[in-house]
């Protein structure tokens, strides 16, 4: 079964601080996509980054960057200098080639204290 | 450019009933998908649809249907409505280039079944 694993339902940082999520993923295919969303108490899902499975370079997005092991099949996410905008449920996802079909992990809830 | 919206925002329906809930992509999109969001469930995909056409279904009884319009707007119906279907109703739309790049979501339709 194709599966994302986010082992931490709650994660919590202080303003300025750094804080790694964690995520896992399952996928015999070797063509895949991976992402990190974010959504906000708005309900609306954003795109934090986005990593291709073919490269070794990990993706960053201004603060935001990636720990990609491919064999260990992880993706990680860094967020630097937390904002109290960043407070959300973050999503880690993948796609496989060709498809837009997205797999969902169950989410983590970022909380960042002043 | 205008993103994704989706209509209704809230919907109160009676168990039995049927709902259909609409989605307008992005101005040139093409695909669109659509995803129920639970607490217990987390996001689950149900299906997409690309030039009219379903490419991918999920794992959802046959009550759920969906389809799309020449012009890309999508809508999706549930039938014989249960407690159960209670959810955030998600559409996301994209450029099937291939490449797996950036899906845009809608803020989604809340769906309460009482």
């Known amino acids: 079964a194709q599966t994302v694993t986010q082992s931490q339902p709650e994660m919590s940082v202080q303003e300025a601080e750094t804080v790694t999520l964690s995520c896992t993923y399952d996928t015999s295919e070797s063509d895949y996509y991976l992402f990190w969303y974010k959504q906000p108490p708005s309900r609306q899902m954003i795109l934090v980054i986005r990593q291709e499975a073919y490269k070794q370079q990990n993706a960053t997005e201004n603060r935001f960057s990636v720990n990609f092991q491919k064999a260990a099949k992880s993706f990680s996410l860094k967020i630097s200098d937390s904002q109290l905008g960043d407070a959300a449920m973050y999503f880690c996802?993948?796609?496989?080639?060709?498809?837009?079909?997205?797999?969902f992990g169950k989410g983590t809830k970022l909380t960042v204290n002043p | 450019k205008a993103g994704v919206t989706q209509t209704p925002r809230y919907l109160i329906k009676t168990r039995g009933q049927q709902v259909t809930l609409s989605c307008s992509p992005i101005?040139?999109?093409?695909?669109v998908s659509w995803y129920q969001q639970t607490p217990g469930q987390g996001l689950q995909f149900l299906f997409e649809y690309f030039s009219e056409t379903q490419r991918n279904k999920g794992n959802f009884p046959g009550r759920f249907s969906g389809r799309q319009f020449s012009n890309s707007r999508s809508e999706m119906n549930v039938s014989t409505l249960e407690l159960g279907d209670s959810a955030l109703y998600l559409c996301?739309?994209?450029?099937?280039?291939?490449?797996?790049?950036?899906?845009?979501f809608g803020q989604g339709t809340r769906l309460t079944v009482v």
């Open positions: 101005s040139g999109h093409r695909s």
């Open positions: 996802a993948y796609t496989l080639g060709g498809s837009e079909k997205l797999v």
């Open positions: 996301a739309s994209s450029l099937p280039t291939g490449l797996n790049t950036e899906a845009f």
